[in-house]
């Protein structure tokens, strides 16, 4: 991914419906000064993760706690980090299923925004139907039967729709790099707090070839855009899944 | 309640301020696919909850997360659906409580505009004052007494409001049949990954008469609204439920 | 605090993009009667908190739930309750690393509005360097160590950040009293669910000078603007840290 700088973060902002840092700082001087020191100018050049990559997890965050006031800014800079508009257009379909289909739906409103200013149009974006990604039969038939093992006769409806429309589906669609799907759900599961979900998600993340480092830093990042609890109840989970990865 | 179909979800499809299948597809078509196909064409059809629990559902599912961007559309169809005006009032009431007054206050705006469309006038709305429904009363103690023992030199005011609003007031309200405002109650807590409320609220739920078929298709319904992570959290808490109850 | 008295509220009610009870009650008289009565009336008249901290409890919880419609007028009332311009100003920044960015950049369109309309300027803001309060070093060494010992391996960043940004950074400006700081971030907490959290916080907000009693009325108060399921879920947790303060 190309280098970002502040500059080019300051050019992105602000599009339609965002808060400049003249409005920030008629509010709290203090926050446009972290704002810019220790977020874009700190956090964002941090090389343990790409700027790409940043931006991916700060769009995941952003949708999963529907923070309206930060997409459009988001969007325009993750497209201008190299996240591509069709990335962009299936990372939000994935959040429908996994942040709630109205956060998808607020982010759709943002988005269009965004797709027209730069005259993106339908032909760049993935379409309905495409060739599926190889599908690892072993792992999901380890998965599917452990999950109906577990909860087949609670809820038979929500079972089989995991398996037919999450992992047989969506999961195989080819727009976005698996290790990228794992790594907007693991950033949408520690932004929500669910923590609970975090395990297998993230155990899958680095399966999918998200590293060790590139997930400690996921942390560091979201801390900014989930807020610091969500950050560290999510720490003694990672910590879990890293070591017993190392055995 | 009478049948719902796709075209009668179309028409309904968008009131002021909702998102268009057009704004969808423009920014992912496949989105549009999945809404269309496996959210209206193939969730809401499923015989295991009538249509007009799955409005109450969802209603509460997006009070709960605040999707101010779902409300105006699911507000009308809850009604098409025969969820009566009375009862989406109603709704909105509890969830002040169940789910924040800035929550409800949200639901509010967004219903004002639907009852206006619709000329649902003040006489159509529960009134303050209304003939309670009976008491449970040794239900009544058993809670109470249970709450004021582990909780009542924790917090007195909070203990005591849970009693005189909650129990001996919002609970006894006729508006709503106490079967549909635990099912409100449930689907709040799910929606908001707030498990450890769950066990008192869906045993009450289905002593209320939300049979363990039903309550098994709330999930299955959710996962779509609140996400599936909330489902995926709320089905060891369900399980645990449903077994104890077979005992 | 001077004591705050309903028409003090009601004059309050609305300013720009609130809801007025005219239409609160067009869409359910009875919330309109509870937030009358229950709330206005109630709440905010007991003498277990002041209306000053119970302004700072609310707009802690409006702002980490994103209650966006509730902001106007609770920064509006909490000025008027005593709340300092430097002090929501401050308060804002503190809740940007405690409930992410976006919640905070909510609230700055917000309050400019609120700030613009009362003629508040920079000059009454807190300013982005200043004298830092004292620090407690023998507290501040065992909380790093013991993070640093159980998490430094996992997320080297979030760790440094958590003492260079918050300990040694945000929570030394003397903007907001250490007690105030505290009660800002135990309300976030509460209100998001994050009980994971709540010990080290709570134990801090005690030992800052908040009161069990005025900590158990912070529980009472977030019910309504939080929901009670988050009250609910915060009880058993201030229970045990007031129970282990007592030994």
Redesign the interface.
């Known amino acids: 991914a190309r280098e970002m700088n502040v500059s080019d973060l300051e050019k992105m902002i602000p599009p339609a419906g965002s808060?400049t840092y003249d409005?920030?700082?008629?509010?709290?001087?203090?926050?446009?000064?972290?704002?810019r020191e220790?977020?874009l100018g700190g956090?964002w050049k941090?090389p343990?993760l790409s700027p790409r990559d940043r931006s991916v997890v700060t769009i995941a965050?952003?949708i999963?706690?529907?923070?309206?006031?930060?997409m459009p800014m988001h969007f325009a800079l993750a497209l201008d980090n190299g996240v591509k508009p069709a990335e962009l257009?299936?990372i939000?379909?994935h959040?429908?299923?996994?942040?709630?289909?109205?956060?998808?739906?607020?982010?759709?409103?943002a988005?269009?925004d965004v797709?027209q200013r730069r005259n993106i149009a339908?032909d760049q974006?993935?379409?309905?139907k495409d060739k599926p990604l190889p599908l690892d039969e072993a792992a999901e038939r380890q998965r599917a039967t452990q999950v109906a093992g577990?909860?087949g006769a609670?809820?038979?409806?929500?079972v089989r729709?995991?398996t037919e429309?999450?992992f047989l589906d969506l999961w195989l669609?080819p727009a976005l790099a698996p290790r990228d799907r794992s790594l907007v759900t693991v950033s949408?599961?520690i932004?929500?707090?669910?923590t609970?979900?975090m395990p297998f998600h993230l155990n899958r993340a680095m399966d999918n070839g998200l590293t060790q480092e590139q997930a400690?830093?996921v942390?560091?990042h979201i801390?900014?855009?989930?807020?610091?609890?969500?950050?560290?109840?999510a720490?003694?989970v990672?910590?879990d899944v890293?070591e017993k990865r190392q055995k």
């Open positions: 808060i409005v920030v700082r008629s509010v709290s001087p203090v926050l446009e000064h972290y704002s220790s977020l956090l941090r343990e965050a952003i999963a706690r529907l923070q309206t006031y930060e257009s299936e939000i379909a959040l429908a299923f996994y942040a709630g289909w109205g956060n998808a739906m607020a982010a759709v409103a988005a269009k797709f339908i974006l993935p379409p309905v577990n909860f609670v809820s038979p409806g929500l729709n995991t429309l999450l669609r949408a599961l932004a929500n707090g669910q609970a979900q400690a830093e942390l560091t801390a900014f855009y989930a807020g610091w609890p969500c950050a560290m109840s720490l003694p990672a910590k890293f």
